[in-house]
């Protein structure tokens, strides 16, 4: 990365991760991290894309794959790429069994210093990964920050299991992001409450001023005060890893440009069409606007 400051529309940063995808109907293997599921969903709606990312050196065909469609990739080379295994014991997205086996390191303010965007998106896997340090470099740059609960709430055992603590930073790092993305068992275990929409306002109270919470059948949001709701039309879920994190990466593409009830039907739109293929969105926009017209135009509902 040189010094030279570069500015996009939206830059992502996070672990490539190598995943094991275990379901009912086999195992397969895939490229995955919210930083590669997330630059994609970004540019598939025609945004200026940056992906930060560290990865093992054998893995740099992720990096190649991701400037093949236009995103500018600043990769850091590390001993081991994040190796994910996602276990899903029942068709229920919202349950799953992580584990990690190595991982690629922290990212350090240097690494996020000379890139600039209207937006950074924050995709850690885990705990330790994006440091507040970090975060405080983001928060220094003009622009709008979104952040992705798992990577804070997820606490990496000596045997490589996930699993959901306490977050001793949470309301520090929350009075500094703009947007917060959280799956509904992370906002659960965040906020106390078993009510999406409860959680949402427990949240917010914290410090973003919009909070975007996914579920297995669609996308509850605050924005401003305003709660909103959005439905998945996806023709299957074959493609479920990595729907949150497709989910963000759209909703703030769009927010660019859109007020939040216009950007989370561009995201319902992407995430639908995405979660029922596996890998990262690979629709044209010509594609994506046929589908916010066909399925979304009244399907946004304030509750």
């Avoid at 922290?106 to 950074?120: K, M, N």
């Avoid at 299991?161 to 929350?174: A, D, I, K, N, T």
């Avoid at 509850?220 to 990466?249: I, K, N, P, W, Y």
Wanted: proline share 5%; with cysteine.
């Amino acid at each position: 990365m040189t010094e030279e400051s570069q500015r996009f529309d939206v830059a992502t940063i996070g672990n490539y991760t190598k995943d094991t995808i275990v379901t009912a109907a086999g195992t397969t293997h895939a490229d995955g991290g919210g930083v590669n599921y997330s630059a994609n969903a970004a540019l598939a709606l025609g945004r200026k894309v940056a992906a930060i990312m560290r990865l093992a050196t054998e893995d740099f065909h992720v990096v190649r794959a991701l400037e093949d469609v236009g995103v500018t990739v600043f990769a850091t080379a590390t001993p081991s790429s994040t190796l994910m295994r996602l276990e899903y014991p029942t068709d229920n997205p919202d349950e799953r069994i992580l584990t990690v086996a190595d991982h690629a390191g922290s990212f350090t303010p240097d690494q996020v210093r000379a890139v600039d965007a209207a937006a950074f998106i924050i995709s850690p896997s885990f705990r330790g990964e994006m440091p507040v340090e970090t975060i405080l470099e983001l928060r220094s740059k003009n622009t709008m920050i979104s952040a992705d609960a798992q990577g804070f709430i997820r606490h990496r055992h000596p045997d490589g299991r996930l699993e959901h603590l306490p977050w001793p930073e949470q309301e520090e790092v929350l009075g500094l992001i703009d947007i917060l993305k959280a799956d509904v068992v992370e906002a659960n275990a965040m906020s106390g409450a078993d009510d999406i929409k409860e959680s949402a306002r427990i949240l917010a109270d914290q410090g973003p001023r919009e909070v975007i919470i996914t579920h297995r059948d669609g996308i509850v949001l605050l924005a401003d005060g305003q709660m909103l709701e959005a439905d998945f039309h996806a023709e299957s879920m074959l493609g479920r890893s990595g729907r949150g994190d497709t989910c963000v990466g759209s909703y703030v593409a769009a927010r660019l440009e859109h007020p939040p009830e216009e950007a989370l039907r561009w995201s319902a739109a992407v995430t639908s069409l995405k979660v029922a293929v596996p890998g990262p969105i690979r629709r044209s926009y010509e594609d994506i606007v046929e589908f916010v017209d066909k399925k979304y135009r009244e399907a946004v509902l304030t509750v």
